[in-house]
């Protein structure tokens, strides 16, 4: 049973040298919840005025949009894993965040979006026949509500309502095989994890012809979780029990500086407290910046004229492993006309552990489609006759 025993680690985790490290520890692998553009720019530049971008941890930005909004995004990815005995690749598709915003002028605007946060999704089958698998995650639906200040037409603040949902399970098949007594035998080792909480964000956003700048916090909440532990051991019992965590606080900040009329430089900071969530996890920081070049012209110029082009990196430190990330990305924006926008971006990075052993390491490769689409849906316009 020992080596049955030690792909259990704590609270619903899976032995770390057996699947990609976000995945084993905490919750799961987390996906960003960057708009259409900041995936190409190191997931920075969602404070950048636009009436086609929501974001879901700054709704403030949509109180002064004047178009409807709906955005779909894909992702999909292949990561490279070495733990310093074995290594092995992991592919993986997933429809991380859809959104909606609804203007209403003078009274603000309306958001709503689905986002799924964390994914444990994984299968993993050895030489010697055992295997790892996990699948589910953690969802989020979001409601929020954004104003523009009555005296401060330039500044706008936001709040939005987080309900969090999830599940998942991780499943583990371990063979003995006893050559003194000639027997081969399996045992089947599952994990179910279920969560239901939520909480509260809050942003305030302010923008001037050269610069936007925009402050961010998802606040701590309470998540009910209940775990189930099932054994085919004919020495073990199924178990099953309760607990209450809090989500992890957020605070961050993002501007963008337009040093050109078609080009703007972006930075985000962000601090996550981790320590409330998760035992023994450390605090982590993320730094991104981006560049962006956007086109300009109808639809009689050249389609390479009308393009936007995106670069930019990130790192982040710390966090449910003490694990480090640091990334390039790049994206282009291609416009659709009336149908709106299809924005295309690619991240290539690396994760891996900020101690020496155990060795953790990922090299993953990232690439997403956004489509969105804006229009006066649902706005009166005049007619002329």
């Known amino acids: ?15 770390v040298a057996q699947n990609s490290p976000l995945n084993a520890a905490g919750w799961g692998r987390e996906s960003s919840a960057g708009d259409a ?14 009436d086609r971008l929501y974001d879901l941890r700054m709704p403030a930005r949509s109180a002064l949009d004047t178009l409807t909004s709906f955005s779909a995004q894909m992702t999909t990815g292949r990561s490279t894993l070495d733990d310093g005995v074995t290594e092995g ?8 965040q859809i959104s909606l915003s609804i203007p209403m002028r003078r009274w603000g605007a309306l958001g709503g ?9 994984y299968e993993i089958t050895s030489s010697s026949g055992e295997m790892a698998k996990g699948e589910g995650g953690s969802y989020e639906f979001v409601g929020s509500y954004s104003l523009r200040m009555p005296f401060l037409p330039w500044v706008a603040a936001g709040a939005s309502y987080h309900k969090l949902l999830g599940r998942d399970r991780q499943m583990q098949t371990a063979v003995y095989d006893n050559s003194d007594l000639y027997y081969v035998a399996k045992a089947n080792d599952t994990i179910e994890t ?25 606040l701590s909440g309470d998540v009910d979780v209940t775990v ?20 992890p606080f957020t605070i961050g900040t993002d501007g963008v500086w337009r040093i050109t009329p ?11 407290d981790w320590s409330s969530s998760i035992a023994k996890a450390t605090d982590a920081w993320f730094v991104g910046a981006g560049w962006e070049y956007q086109g300009h012209g109808d639809r009689f110029d050249s389609y390479w004229k009308r393009m936007a082009f995106r670069l930019g990196s990130y790192t982040e430190i710390g966090g449910a492993d003490d694990l480090s990330t640091a990334a390039a990305t790049m994206g282009v924006g291609l416009p659709l006309g009336s149908m709106g926008t299809l924005d295309l971006a690619f991240q290539a990075g690396k994760i891996f552990n900020a101690h020496d052993q155990p060795k953790l390491e990922e090299t993953f490769y990232r690439f997403y489609v956004s489509l969105t689409g804006a229009n006066l849906w649902g706005n009166p316009s005049r007619r002329r006759h």
């Open 1 to 15: 049973m020992k080596a049955l025993g030690l792909l259990v680690i704590g609270l619903g985790g899976m032995a």
């Open 37 to 50: 553009t900041s995936h190409g720019m190191g997931e920075s530049g969602m404070a950048r005025r636009s």
């Open 89 to 96: 690749t992991v592919t993986g598709f997933q429809v991380p």
């Open 113 to 121: 979006a689905y986002w799924q946060r964390f994914s444990k999704s």
């Open 194 to 218: 279920r969560r239901d909480g939520g909480y509260w964000g809050g942003s305030l956003w302010m923008t001037q012809p050269d610069w936007d700048l925009g402050v961010w916090t998802s």
């Open 228 to 247: 189930h532990h099932n054994n085919s051991s004919e020495f073990t019992t199924a178990t099953s029990r309760d607990s209450v965590i809090s989500t």
């Open 262 to 272: 078609r080009q703007m430089l972006s930075a985000d900071l962000r601090y996550t």
